[in-house]
DNA sequence: CGAATTTACGCACGGCGTAATGATC
DNA sequence: GATCATTACGCCGTGCGTAAATTCG
């Protein structure tokens, strides 16, 4: 289980091709082919079909293991990395799309930022592997709580913003007159289901905890990261979807209307690495500063 | 970052020597020397102090980086091992003090069992590692809520048992007379911290949430795993304890108070290794039928 | 001076590449 | 028959142990 096996298998598994693997980790087809012979060895099970070249049930098993390993070990040799490093005079943010609003923009310093626009699951890896010196994510939660931690390394997480929540209905919609609605008389609508961009549905199936997470079926499925194309389809009757209300009450063409139950609110969370708790200077201290004060 | 090395290094932080840590693992000492010197030289940070051997502050975030990852991979060989394993006659469970109650004890099969008691905290350890084909876990939490999942490698939870919380006061305690006490009102007093045996007092500062986890003050803190020690403690006037109330109530010597607010329960939980959702025979498929039925 | 870590050095094994073999579509 | 994975085999480098040197209490 040397993770040089591991990250070759991973790849093989990816790639589908033994070959392909070689030529992308710069190994000869032979070796990787005895990668995973020796891998399969040490574990005694079969981990891939050859032609095609496919994960076994207990190969699905371990690439679910490795990716959390390899990834783990990347986050510590990056947090051990920032012991030496010396200050970085730029800052760099991974930010979910919705993370990104008047609070947030507002924070960040007028030169010496690079900004990266990352699906929300993708932004505590950033921050973890060091890619980013800081993230932004949103979700929804209840009032004050915690977003639920990445199974990542650890990361310090505080909240910096929170919105209440509303549903982009377009104009005409039977429904766009309320003046309030409950989730639980949405959970037969057919919504958006746009996890890079906007709010995942697993999520609000999870927050609903109605009868094991059924209902909000998806009508359709966006997976890039435009915020413009999400709205631009709600608009256009592709389905429902919750959003920040500020950024909802915004849309032309379009019917915001607040979510008055259950009790949740779009919240904002700063990621940090953690440890070094308060550096005294310097371009992240002085974002986190302005985002917390 | 090879996990040999880490595992060295853990060792050798844990023994404070290299001799030591060389014996224990099987190497000569200068073996472990390189080891170490090749951590240090790949991080680029000195790691160990000599002479006394102790972590740097670096090291000291290293450990806990390769605790977990030496952890993580344990786990996944453990789960990859379960495929090819044959399904075992013997059911080993690990189980915390304060899991273990009528309700549970019931649900062990009659033969074939080896009940291993455990800390809280490494019973989830010993589930994910292979050392025990199921756990109990106990803690406290609002009504039907989960417990705080453990970080360690993915494990299936399922809630068994719900009993309240009862404060466990010496007989003639000023207290003793009240037929309901209040969280709040007990912050200020003296509390036993027994995280081994019972419910450490670090999540009753969680669950309160109140100004910052102050409070609940530690008067003694017993680190064994016996329950009837915690008991004797509580009787004895060394602290209060907050227990499940049939136990609670079942002690000579001592007045069981309910906590009324706020809304809390005891909770026991079984864990198991995730994936292979349902075996549909053997000692750890009755144990869970008769538990979760 | 003694205990313990570091460095020097040689050998053995592991692991990669080249090249030949084998399997599969 | 062509493509792709496996096996055979030789070489290089890593990593261990033995043993000498060095450091620090």
Same mark, same amino acid.
């Given at each position: 289980?040397?993770? /040089?096996?591991?990250?070759?298998?991973?790849?093989?598994?990816?790639?589908?091709?033994?070959?392909?693997?070689?030529?992308?980790?710069?190994?000869?087809?032979?070796?990787?082919?005895? /990668?995973?012979?020796?891998? =399969?060895?040490?574990?005694?099970?079969?981990?891939?079909?050859?032609?095609?070249?496919?994960?076994?049930?207990?190969?699905?098993?371990?690439?679910?293991?490795?990716?959390?390993?390899?990834?783990?070990l990347d986050a510590a040799r990056a947090d051990l990395d920032r012991f030496a490093a010396a200050p970085r005079a730029?800052?760099?943010?991974?930010?979910?799309?919705?993370?990104?609003?008047?609070?947030?923009?507002?924070?960040?310093?007028?030169?010496?930022?690079?900004?990266?626009?990352?699906?929300?699951?993708?932004?505590?890896?950033?921050?973890?592997? &060091? =890619?980013?010196?800081?993230?932004?994510?949103?979700?929804?939660?209840?009032?004050?709580?915690?977003?639920?931690?990445?199974?990542?390394?650890?990361?310090?997480?505080? &909240?910096?913003? =929170?919105?209440?929540?509303?549903?982009?209905?377009?104009?005409? /919609?039977? +429904?766009?007159?309320?003046? &309030?609605?409950?989730?639980?008389?949405?959970?037969?609508?057919?919504?958006?289901?746009?996890?890079?961009?906007?709010?995942?549905?697993?999520? +609000?199936?999870?927050? /609903?905890g109605g009868p094991a997470g059924g209902g909000f079926r998806t009508a359709l499925r966006y997976e890039g990261t435009?915020?413009?194309?999400? +709205?631009?389809?709600?608009v256009a009757g592709h389905g429902l979807t919750l959003l920040p209300s500020p950024l909802a009450a915004s849309v032309?063409?379009?019917?915001?209307?607040?979510?008055?139950?259950?009790?949740?609110?779009?919240?904002? =969370?700063?990621?940090?690495?953690?440890?070094?708790?308060?550096?005294?200077?310097?371009?992240?201290?002085?974002?986190?500063?302005?985002?917390?004060?």
């Open positions: 289980m040397d993770p /040089h096996l591991l990250r070759t298998y991973v790849t093989v598994a990816r790639l589908a091709s033994f070959s392909e693997a070689a030529r992308a980790l710069g190994y000869t087809q032979s070796a990787v082919s005895q /990668h995973i012979a020796a891998l =399969e060895t040490d574990l005694g099970l079969p981990l891939l079909t050859r032609r095609p070249v496919a994960p076994t049930p207990a190969g699905e098993r371990l690439l679910e293991h490795a990716g959390a390993l390899l990834l783990r730029t800052l760099r943010v991974a930010a979910s799309p919705l993370a990104l609003h008047a609070r947030t923009l507002a924070a960040l310093p007028a030169t010496g930022v690079t900004l990266r626009g990352l699906p929300p699951e993708q932004v505590p890896v950033a921050v973890v592997t &060091g =890619e980013a010196d800081a993230g932004l994510v949103d979700g929804i939660a209840a009032p004050s709580d915690p977003l639920p931690p990445p199974d990542v390394a650890p990361l310090a997480a505080t &909240g910096v913003a =929170e919105e209440p929540l509303a549903v982009l209905l377009p104009a005409g /919609h039977p +429904l766009a007159g309320r003046a &309030g609605l409950r989730l639980d008389d949405l959970a037969d609508a057919r919504w958006l289901d746009a996890p890079d961009a906007g709010i995942p549905l697993d999520r +609000l199936r999870a927050v /609903h435009d915020t413009r194309t999400l +709205l631009a389809l709600a032309p063409g379009a019917v915001a209307v607040p979510l008055v139950a259950p009790r949740l609110v779009h919240r904002t =969370e700063l990621l940090l690495p953690p440890g070094v708790p308060a550096e005294p200077t310097g371009p992240v201290a002085e974002f986190t500063r302005r985002l917390r004060g």
